[in-house]
């Protein structure tokens, strides 16, 4: 089965500092990635996600990843953040399960402060 | 605008007694999934349904039950035999079940048993 390890619980970094939160996965094949922001007491929407082609994905908010497939990595980079960048960031990770179905694999979360 | 709505917004709920989490939306959307979100646990699926009038089990099926009479809903009834109720729910949908698809989320209902 799939797992997706997200590094870091938590991340705490001064505005306008560079971040960078790490996501590395358990299968190199055929997998689709994504990364998902949560801001408190609401849904997940997606920030950006990577489905072949350009290894650098840029995607909304500034943000931008990575795919290296040897180091089965995806690891999300922001060159300066924001206060409201404060929110809770998940990597996913979709798999072919076989009979026709994809599993998508979410990561256990990275909360992003962003200190004044 | 076109969405996700969920509600309640917070539900609370004595224990043994059933209840029922709504999840609308009006994206014409063919899948939809029902995740639980614990803190520190990521999101974890419970149910999905690829088309009307079918769905499947997810990683933590056990104590919940679905439906999907409709495109536009998928409710889903959390029962007294699930035996750790509280957390965070939350519906999502896709145009198709295709693996490149974004998922689009509701706000969650946070369901607290007393």
């Known amino acids: 089965a799939q797992s997706v390890t997200q590094l870091d619980s938590q991340v705490p970094v001064f505005e306008e500092a560079p971040v960078e939160l790490r996501c590395n996965y358990s299968?190199?094949?055929?997998?689709?990635l994504f990364w998902y922001v949560q801001y408190p007491n609401q849904g997940l929407q997606l920030l950006l996600k990577?489905?072949?082609?350009?290894?650098l994905v840029k995607g909304i908010n500034g943000f931008e990843a990575e795919f290296n497939k040897s180091q089965t990595s995806f690891h999300l980079r922001k060159p300066s953040v924001h206060i409201s960048d404060t929110a809770e960031y998940f990597c996913a990770v979709t798999t072919y399960s076989g009979a026709g179905s994809y599993q998508l694999t979410f990561g256990k979360g990275t909360k992003l402060s962003v200190i004044p | 605008d076109g969405g996700i709505t969920q509600s309640p917004k917070y539900l609370f709920r004595k224990e043994g007694q059933n209840v029922t989490l709504s999840c609308e939306q009006n994206l014409n959307h063919d899948a939809m999934y029902w995740y639980r979100q614990d803190p520190g646990q990521g999101l974890r699926l419970i149910y999905y349904?690829?088309?009307?009038?079918?769905?499947q089990k997810g990683d933590i099926a056990e104590g919940y039950s679905v439906s999907r009479e409709k495109k536009e809903s998928f409710p889903l009834t959390v029962t007294s035999a699930q035996k750790n109720p509280t957390a965070f729910y939350l519906c999502?949908?896709?145009?198709?079940?295709?693996?490149?698809?974004?998922?689009?989320f509701g706000p969650g209902t946070r369901l607290t048993v007393l």
């Open positions: 299968s190199s094949v055929s997998v689709y």
């Open positions: 999502a949908s896709t145009p198709d079940s295709l693996s490149t698809d974004t998922q689009y």
């Open positions: 990577y489905l072949s082609g350009s290894t």
């Open positions: 349904s690829q088309i009307v009038n079918d769905f």
